[in-house]
Structures are given as structure tokens and as C-alpha cells.
Nanobody
Framework: VQLVESGGGLVQAGGSLRLACSSP????????VGWFRQVAGKEREGVSY????????DYEDSVKGRFVISKDHAKNTVYLQMNNLKPEDTAVYYC??????????????????WGQGTQVTVSS
């Protein structure tokens, strides 16, 4: 399954970016899509996920109140709207698809397919 991310870039602190994740051959409905990020030399960490079966979502504590995950069913695209960005949000952001039917969370082992990543850089 191919996942394609877009929307990364360079933004000043306090600014916003919207990341998008889509798949040309797989329909996200009925699955969970997550967003993760990774800084060079550090482990990949979960940022947010959306469970499209139960219509639930969750966020890592540091992004709560600033990031919003959503799904456009018609476009088969999951978005991560990132507001009030901070320099510590700088990372490569990855979207991921989980085939699990339950017990979803923000752990990398729960996800089966990954995108190529998109760089987000927040300047101070």
C-alpha cells in the first residue's frame, strides 16, 4: 500500500501548516491512519491518529489544542492541521496506516504501512 504525504515546508513559529496523506490504491475507510514524526537521532514518535471505524482520534500531549486530524472521505485523504507551530515541532512527519481492528494507539508497531515522510521546519 502506497501512502503519499504532502504539505510540509518551512514556517515561522506561531504559523500553520496542513499535512495531507492519501493513497492511490487503498481506501482508508474502516481503518486507522496515524501521523508520526522523527528527528534525526531520535525515535519516531506518535503525534495523532484517527480511527475511521469508531470516529475517534487522539493526540500526543504536546500537540493537544494545536493540531487537528481530520478525514475527507471524498478525497480519501487524512489531514493534519498544525497551528501555533513551535521550533520543537521541527521533524520529518510520516503518515501510517494500521490494519488492526482494535487497540489502536500511537505506537509504531501498530502500523503496517508508512509514507515517505515530509519535512516540517519551524524557525524561531
Amino acid at each position: 500500500v502506497q501512502l503519499v504525504e504532502s504539505g510540509g515546508g518551512l514556517v515561522q513559529a506561531g504559523g500553520s501548516l496542513r499535512l495531507a496523506c492519501s493513497s492511490p490504491e487503498y481506501t482508508f475507510d474502516g481503518r486507522t491512519v496515524g501521523w508520526f514524526r522523527q528527528v534525526a537521532g531520535k525515535e519516531r514518535e506518535g503525534v495523532s491518529y484517527i480511527d475511521l471505524v469508531r470516529n475517534t482520534s487522539d493526540y500526543e500531549d504536546s500537540v493537544k489544542g494545536r493540531f487537528v486530524i481530520s478525514k475527507d472521505h471524498a478525497k480519501n485523504t487524512v489531514y493534519l492541521q498544525m497551528n501555533n507551530l513551535k521550533p520543537e515541532d521541527t521533524a520529518v512527519y510520516y503518515c501510517a496506516l494500521s490494519l488492526l481492528d482494535y487497540g489502536i494507539g500511537l505506537y509504531t508497531y501498530m502500523y503496517d504501512y508508512w509514507g515517505q515522510g515530509t519535512q516540517v521546519t519551524v524557525s524561531s
